[in-house]
């Protein structure tokens, strides 16, 4: 497997332990519709959370939550709506991106509702 697959598996699941410590149930792991994927799918509350993760070796070329662009926002807000739909869910969505650094030390940052931002 290529070092950066391994780097993004090791990512989610550096994430999905970050989210369970801070009180979110997971709900999926790499949800697949269409062309999207969601990384994680999760629920703290009655919020229900998309989670886009991004795990960089560096920062040197930028922030990893730089590499967000809008053609995957709009996919991840197509598969969300397809998930909540057809789960009949009744909930808050909100997109939250959780960026890793894993360089000497592992930086996880958690910036809810990203999208916002864009």
């Known amino acids: 497997m290529a070092e950066h697959n391994e780097l993004g598996i090791k990512g989610e699941k550096l ?11 997971i709900l999926e792991k790499n949800f697949r519709y269409l062309k999207a994927e969601v990384d994680i799918i999760a629920k703290k509350d009655n919020v229900l ?9 560096t920062d040197y ?9 809008p053609k995957k926002i709009k996919l ?23 960026a890793i ?6 930086k996880i940052r958690h910036l809810k509702d990203a999208f916002l931002h864009f």
Do not use: C, M
């Open 49 to 57: 959370a998309a989670v886009e993760v991004k795990t960089r070796s």
């Open 61 to 69: 070329f930028g922030n990893p939550q730089d590499f967000v662009n």
């Open 101 to 106: 650094t894993h360089q000497k030390t592992i």
């Open 15 to 25: 994430a999905i332990d970050f989210l369970l410590k801070n009180g979110y149930k």
């Open 76 to 98: 991840l807000l197509s598969a969300i709506d397809y998930y909540v739909n057809e789960k009949d869910l009744d909930v808050e969505v909100r997109f939250d991106i959780i």
